[in-house]
């Protein structure tokens, strides 16, 4: 699967880019989608190609029976004028990981359980993009020349991947309301200025949050479920 490594040649088309901004968002979902569409040709890319299934980004998916609580969503797909039927939605932790780190995981949760009172069936993914540099500059104003106190940053790294990648997946619709079907961390090495890097062997290639296995169980999970 190609996704982390054009994200990593996006990033360094556009560097100094706000990480919280769309446009970073989109990009991901693009790579995303892509990506299962080549891991699922005759389902998720057939049903595409014939607007059977329609990718959107940005959308706005309604929960309730008035439809009353409204979540932006990074990517979901859907029939048309329909329940979402995937969804992704794409987290980045480029710096102050211990704050971060919580903030991004209460996200996850939210979103999941938005997602699965949307529609119970629903096959919920997120990505989490996690930054490996110390000296990540912050293109926000107020963070110019601000000097950083020294961390182990190996460590807080490595904290913030084990806060992720342990967290469970739902397999089935019985399963809690707030895991994601799949969840794929990427770890880049960016400092802000510079172009980035892809930090290689993290998480392990057959560990579940490995961007490939992302792929595969989120087109596993929705063929399962919508296939049939």
Same mark, same amino acid.
């Given at each position: ?26 990009? #991901? ?62 987290? =980045?932790?480029? =710096? ?12 996850? #949760? ?9 529609? =119970?069936? !629903? ?27 020294? +961390? ?7 904290? +913030? ?10 397999? +089935?619709?019985?399963?809690? +309301? ?18 980035? =890097? ?28 919508? !296939?049939?």
């Amino acid at each position: 699967m190609l996704g982390p490594e054009l994200y990593v040649q996006w990033i360094n088309a556009h560097l100094g880019f706000n990480p919280r901004g769309a446009k970073n968002s989109n990009a #991901i979902s693009e790579y995303v989608l892509a990506d299962l569409r080549s891991a699922s040709p005759k389902a998720i890319s057939a049903l595409l190609q014939v607007g059977g299934l329609i990718p959107i980004k940005n959308a706005n998916v309604p929960v309730g029976p008035a439809g009353l609580t409204v979540r932006n969503i990074d990517l979901v797909l859907r029939p048309n004028d329909s329940h979402v039927q995937l969804s992704v939605e794409n987290k =980045t932790i480029m =710096t102050a990981h211990v704050k971060a780190r919580k903030n991004r995981y209460g996200d996850i #949760i939210a979103y999941c359980n938005h997602m699965h009172n949307h529609r =119970t069936d !629903c096959v919920a993914g997120a990505t989490v993009v996690i930054n490996a540099s110390e000296a990540y500059e912050n293109p926000d104003a107020f963070a110019k020349g601000k000097v950083r106190p020294k +961390t182990k940053m190996e460590k807080v790294v490595l904290d +913030t991947i084990g806060i992720f990648e342990k967290i469970p997946l739902r397999d +089935t619709i019985s399963d809690p +309301t707030e895991l994601p079907e799949a969840l794929a961390i990427i770890v880049v090495n960016y400092d802000g200025v510079n172009d980035a =890097t892809l930090v290689q062997g993290i998480p392990d290639r057959k560990h579940p949050s490995h961007y490939d296995n992302f792929i595969a169980r989120l087109v596993a999970i929705y063929e399962d479920r919508f !296939c049939q």
